[in-house]
């Protein structure tokens, strides 16, 4: 089924793609937002109850209370907002206009597209033992969505990487006891995580596999943990109230590669563009950890300049004689009634 024609179709509601929804209202662009998950927000959703301390502007914030906030800032100017459908293929017809068709059979059609994948669709990589899926309806976790749940509780870790130091680091206080397991040598993280992991109560066991799960008597959760260590080949069982697995994730770009377009990748993860957002594609802009191009930014800030870039250079596409760029809020027709409305007391003769 063939959808209304947008100005732009957002592809991702992360960071990015969130503020370029904003963004679109802003230059007076019709927007469409799809995106594969149930609910808006992208990849902060991996850290919800983590503080953000580098949003311009905004003090110390959780992951949760950004996400709300981006949201609500998104749906400003009503764009449409597709959830829960996957992008398949991404295209242009003969009156070159764009189509991206997700799972669903729609086909979503627009004059321009802002590609706001993050790195993909992000799958957490599995623990690969038998049966292990069983599990994760009770005590077997790939996300953190709340330290509480993990209070006066034996915690174990399976990770390297920065996140799961980051979850060691955060439960460690506040757990009956955190054991890290790695099976590598050298932990893949920054130094600063490092140095408070090796500060802290928290047991660490490197070169180290778990090769069996042990289940309660009732078979539905992990009531022990068998590891064995690569290099001596002992085994040591850990009691355990719930395993934390952190091995990275699973990045899905199969539209991006595969479509008849042609996009220019970089290192087979990102798509190589400009400072200003631009693709080898005219019309296909790209935003957030997607875009790569010499001097980028990796922060949400970053994300959200990228995202005005693509919007500024989608308008100028469609209509070459608009201006380079807009006025601010502060000093923007588009907002008057919405200031009255917040600011009331400014607007009232006396």
Known sequence: MTTECKDVTIIGGGSAGLYAAFYCGMRDLSARIIEFKPELGGKVHVYPEKMIWDVGGITPITGAQ???????????????????????????????????????????????????????????????????????????????????????????????????????????????????????????????????????????YKNTKIEKLIADEDGHRIKEILTKNQ???????????????????????????????????????????????????????AAGDILSFDGKVRLIAGAYNDAANAVNQAKLYMKPDSNKEIYISSHNSKFDAKNRELLPHLYTKK
């Open 66 to 204: 950004l996400i709300e906030q981006m949201k609500e800032q998104a749906c400003t100017f009503d764009p449409e907002i597709i959830l829960k459908e996957k992008v398949e293929k991404l295209e242009k017809n003969q009156e070159e206009l764009f189509v991206v068709t997700t799972h669903t059979g729609h086909e979503y059609v627009s004059r321009t597209v802002i590609l706001a994948t993050g790195g993909g669709i992000f799958e957490p990589i599995k623990l690969d033992i038998e049966g292990a899926d069983r599990f994760e309806a009770s005590n077997l976790h790939y996300t953190v969505q709340s330290l509480e749940e993990f209070k006066d509780k034996k915690i174990v870790i399976s990770g390297g990487g920065d996140t799961a130091i980051d979850w060691v680091n955060e439960l460690e206080p506040i757990a009956e006891k955190v054991s890290l397991i790695y099976r590598g040598e050298e932990f893949k993280a920054m130094e600063a995580h490092i140095a408070h992991l090796e500060a802290s109560s928290a047991s660490i």
């Open 231 to 285: 290099k001596t080949g002992e085994e040591v069982q850990f009691e355990a109230d719930d395993l934390i697995i952190n091995y990275g994730y699973d990045r899905e770009l199969k539209f991006i590669k595969e479509s008849p377009l042609q996009i220019e990748l970089e290192r087979d993860f990102f798509v190589k563009g400009s400072g200003k957002a631009e693709t080898n594609i005219d019309g296909l802009y």
